[in-house]
């Protein structure tokens, strides 16, 4: 516990001098997606804790003596899936849930589980990306604005929180400007479990950097640093997306993430152009581990360079 209490300061004081697999800005449902084959699975991680997965951002489930802690929600048609594996885990009702960031991979549930009584938690960035509607920084497309029953109902505005129940008690940590502007990194003490969101994926492929709505890789890195530090070889991580995490897996990602800024951050730095800069492929050989598709390695190049412009 000591070393989350010291990876929090630590957060603490990187948020406030930050002013400073590839998805959209805030995914919509997949249109050719046939929900009625997308199983959720359930892995138990101990002392009552569980990964569920599906399509979309990975949840986390957290059971107390009167009642449920959930982290993200996935695509709303996947609700009535979600509640049907969180009842074979327990039949008490859902608390809390804990959004890690705005995109509708993981908050695509907001209402369904809202309308269950639930309690939306999340950073107060997030709430105004979803009140106020967002666009893609690579595309230019527009996602509308989510009603009030999808909208947190509690948040905080920066450092750390805790939500508690039944014993049970989920520690909520914002990380400035990384994957958004609104990330939360969620941590269990009692069964030594991470969340970290969107902030790091255990598919070995790049992450979205949604700049255009805070985003940027210097705050990814900070992310990551503050989770290495905070987690033991024993800790279990369950990240964004991709099957459940080690620490190892963590320095992996980082090192990655290192590679990008150092190389492009000298580009930028040489007064290139983002066009220049991708027609250099400086990350060529990341791209042949690290990239979906030729597009999707451009994409991380652009989110990249991007993040030196946006401040």
């Known amino acids: 516990m000591a070393k989350i209490a010291l990876a929090i300061a630590a957060t603490l004081m990187l948020a406030g001098s930050a002013q400073a697999q590839q998805q959209p800005a805030a995914a919509p449902p997949p249109p050719l997606v046939d929900w ?92 105004i990306r979803l009140a106020a509607g967002t666009t893609n920084g690579l595309t230019g497309a527009k996602l509308p604005p989510r009603p009030a029953e999808a909208l947190p109902k509690q948040t905080y505005f920066g450092g750390s929180i805790a939500v508690e129940t039944g014993g049970r008690k989920a520690q909520l940590t914002h990380v400035a400007n990384a994957h958004t502007d609104g990330d939360t990194w969620v941590y269990f003490a009692d069964a030594n479990v991470l969340a970290t969101g969107d902030t790091f994926n255990n598919l070995k492929r790049y992450q979205n950097i949604d700049f255009a709505n805070g985003g940027d890789v210097r705050g990814m890195i900070r992310a990551l640093d503050t989770y290495i530090k905070a987690s033991n070889d024993s800790t279990k991580i369950v990240p964004g997306h991709g099957p459940l995490a080690t620490k190892a897996d963590l320095v992996t990602f980082r090192d990655m993430l290192v590679t990008s800024h150092d190389r492009i951050e000298k580009l930028f730095k040489e007064g290139k152009s983002e066009q220049e800069v991708v027609a250099l492929k400086p990350l060529a050989d990341l791209d042949s581990t690290w990239a979906n598709n030729p597009q999707h390695g451009i994409g991380h190049t652009r989110n990249v360079y991007q993040s030196f412009n946006r401040l």
């Open 36 to 127: 009625d084959k997308i199983q959720i699975r359930t892995t138990d991680l101990g002392n009552k804790t569980y990964m569920l997965t599906g399509q979309g951002g990975n949840i986390t489930v957290a059971v107390g003596a009167d009642g449920i802690i959930q982290v993200d929600g996935q695509f709303a048609p996947l609700s009535d899936k979600i509640r049907t594996a969180i009842k074979e885990i327990s039949p008490l009702p859902v608390k809390y849930l804990i959004n890690t960031h705005y995109h509708g991979d993981h908050t695509g549930g907001n209402e369904n589980f809202a309308k269950d009584g639930a309690v939306i938690v999340a950073h107060d960035n997030l709430r």
